[in-house]
């Protein structure tokens, strides 16, 4: 990674699993990683689900990506179309990659290491 460090929102209902969609997320996990590739626990950020009873409300939805802008990446265990583009417009990169928050942050450095070489 050298030199790089990221933060990552992970949305999980216990702190242990990523397993929350994101538009029903009521916290994300912020964690960073630092140059030496290990994972701090920094926050737990709380916001309010964009999805009720099967309507989205856009307006949540950019108040909670808003509320995750200093993170480089989400972590979910599903998301949609339209809540990635968005938050891919604030140059945050979603990924659905459920299990262990630990393995699952592994698993989607092990991706950017991989995406680098082919920058």
Request: with cysteine; proline share 2%; hydrophobic share 35%.
């Amino acid at each position: 990674m050298a030199n790089d460090i990221y933060r990552v929102a992970v949305a999980s209902s216990d702190g242990i699993v990523v397993n929350s969609h994101f538009g029903r997320a009521g916290k994300f996990y912020i964690y960073q990683i630092s140059e030496d590739e290990k994972l701090h626990l920094i926050e737990e950020r709380k916001v309010v689900p964009v999805c009720e009873g099967g309507n989205h409300n856009d307006e949540r939805l950019n108040e909670n990506l808003d509320r995750l802008k200093d993170c480089d990446f989400i972590l979910v265990s599903r998301i949609g179309d339209g809540a990635a583009y968005e938050a891919n417009k604030r140059g945050i990169d979603s990924y659905e990659i459920p299990g262990v928050i630990e393995e699952s942050i592994l698993q989607l450095l092990k991706y950017i290491k991989l995406k680098k070489l082919f920058e």
